[in-house]
């Protein structure tokens, strides 16, 4: 049984029909909602300054329907199913999961330790020892139930499938899961807000964490504020700040600077 962490992995982003990057799309729904451009003309004059220009001036604003053109798509592995319903509570999104129904965790079993759990060898044995009794019960239920199922008049691979289904239940929440979650700037923005804020879980924060450093490798206009609110302005957790405000990225700084 195998021990794994949160890995984070880009998979691709909006480009305009000449290759043009998340930017550009931005740039082009605000400059629509600001001028007397046309949809053929939209791209007139519209450099890297130009691009530049229209983000800010949404920022500023606080204009957000336009990052809504742009969107970002990530492959994510080495998480627990409790992280992964914490992500699609973020509802404005697109999400594939590797299915517990039809995915035999059989040779593949692997699992999510907290840090805490894992700096206490007492505390961390106990743990290990009852993700190893959930394994070895979730195979023991597969064979029985494969064996009824096939009893009861079904094919070999159908009451496989089946017993898939029911011994799934035993799996516990630590268990491994894959996802491949597309999302909009705006919503990604809503998401570093509350995802990347202390307050957030270890495991969730993390992932959240390599997202927008992603996110800053293509596009450091567009997330120059992205993260928690205390990055570049006031908490809004009130009485429950935990009082330790979150440092900004290098590449936000540098953005900052050129502004």
């Known amino acids: 049984m ?4 949160p890995s984070v992995k880009l998979l691709g982003f909006s480009r305009g029909i000449n290759g043009e990057g998340p930017e550009y799309l931005v740039a082009c729904a605000g400059k629509l909602c600001y001028s007397k451009s046309d949809i053929q003309t939209l791209s007139d004059n519209l450099d890297e300054i130009a691009i530049k220009k229209f983000i800010n001036k949404l920022l500023d604003l606080g204009h957000e329907s336009p990052l809504e053109h742009a969107s970002f798509t990530f492959g994510i592995e080495g998480i627990s199913r409790s992280c992964s319903h914490q992500i699609v509570r973020h509802r404005i999104a697109s999400f594939s999961q590797q299915s517990q129904r039809y995915v035999d965790l059989n ?4 699992v999510i330790i907290p840090p805490e759990i894992d700096n206490v060898d007492s505390l961390k044995k106990i743990y290990m020892d009852s993700m190893l ?7 023991e ?14 094919n070999e691979n159908n009451a496989h499938k089946k017993a898939l289904e029911d011994a799934r239940f035993m799996l516990p929440n630590a ?9 909009n700037v705006r919503s990604l923005l809503n998401f570093f807000r509350e995802r990347c804020c202390n307050r957030a879980q270890w495991e969730i924060r993390g992932v959240a964490n390599q ?3 992603l996110c800053l490798e293509i596009s450091p206009i567009l997330f120059q504020n992205a993260g928690p609110s205390c990055v570049f302005g006031k908490c809004s957790e009130g009485s429950m700040s935990c009082k330790n405000p979150v440092k900004a990225k290098v590449k936000q ?3 900052k600077n050129d502004r």
């Open 211 to 213: 997202m927008l450093d």
């Open 2 to 5: 195998e021990t794994v962490k």
């Open 175 to 183: 268990c491994e899961t894959k996802i491949i979650m597309t999302m």
């Open 141 to 154: 239920a597969v064979d029985i139930l494969k064996c009824e199922y096939i009893k009861n008049g079904m």
């Open 253 to 255: 700084l540098e953005v």
């Open 107 to 110: 040779n593949s079993f692997k």
């Open 133 to 139: 009794n959930d394994y070895k019960a979730y195979i």
